[in-house]
């Protein structure tokens, strides 16, 4: 069964600082990798997705994640958050294929102070 | 455009009554509909999912059952809640074939 870890539970930075969230995840087969971000009071929403090619996706609002197949990771970054970044995020990996169950991780909070 | 609704948005019941929720979604056909639970420091759990209307697929056994009465509305209900359903529930669809999935505003569920 496929599983995801995100090591970090919650993360404080200040306002500029550089971020990189952590994901793994177990599954050997071919997968397909999200990252989905949920605002204080808004909808659960899709950030980025990585479903194949070029290893280094990049979503919305400058945030970027890497694929690195050897290491089973998918983690996020963004080079300088802002105060609108505070939010839960949550990865996610489904194996490709027909069945369409997607395993998300635990999430991590991040506090972006200004 | 696709829009996903939820209701009710808060939710306080008493340990043994029932429970109904209901997710509509506009704006589509024949989606893939699922049910989540969120719980604090334990991400998204996947109850249920459904490919199709009378199509229930459960991932989780739990006191909770869902049911699709039609295209584009999926239940989840309990007939005697217990504490331990306390949570955040999450209904999303996708389209059949995507792997992305859209999320409703979700339900808040206290159970007493």
């Known amino acids: 069964a496929q599983s995801v870890s995100q090591h970090n539970h919650h993360v404080i930075l200040s306002e500029a600082a550089s971020l990189e969230l952590g994901c793994n995840y177990s599954?050997?087969?071919?997968?397909?990798l999200f990252w989905y971000v949920q605002y204080p009071g808004q909808h659960l929403q899709l950030l980025l997705k990585?479903?194949?090619?070029?290893?280094l996706v990049k979503g919305i609002k400058g945030f970027e994640a890497e694929f690195i197949k050897s290491k089973f990771s998918f983690n996020l970054r963004k080079p300088s958050v802002q105060w609108s970044d505070t939010a839960e995020y949550f990865c996610?990996?489904?194996?490709?294929?027909?069945?369409?169950?997607?395993?998300f991780g635990t999430g991590t909070k991040l506090q972006v102070i200004p | 455009s696709q829009t996903i609704h939820q209701w009710p948005a808060t939710l306080v019941q008493p340990v043994g009554s029932p429970l109904s929720l209901e997710c509509t979604v506009e704006?589509?056909?024949?989606?893939?509909l699922y049910w989540y639970r969120q719980a604090a420091g334990r991400g998204l759990q996947l109850l249920f999912y459904?490919?199709?209307?009378?199509?229930i697929s459960s991932e989780v056994p739990q006191n909770l059952s869902a049911s699709r009465p039609q295209d584009r509305q999926f239940i989840l209900s309990s007939k005697k809640l217990l504490l331990s359903d306390s949570g955040f529930y999450l209904c999303?669809?996708?389209?059949?074939?995507?792997?992305?999935?859209?999320f409703g505003p979700g339900t808040r569920l206290l159970v007493l």
């Open positions: 999303a669809w996708s389209v059949s074939g995507s792997e992305t999935q859209y």
């Open positions: 599954y050997g087969g071919t997968v397909n």
């Open positions: 990585y479903f194949s090619g070029d290893p």
């Open positions: 996610a990996v489904k194996n490709s294929g027909g069945y369409q169950k997607v395993t």
């Open positions: 704006g589509t056909s024949n989606p893939n």
């Open positions: 459904s490919v199709g209307i009378g199509q």
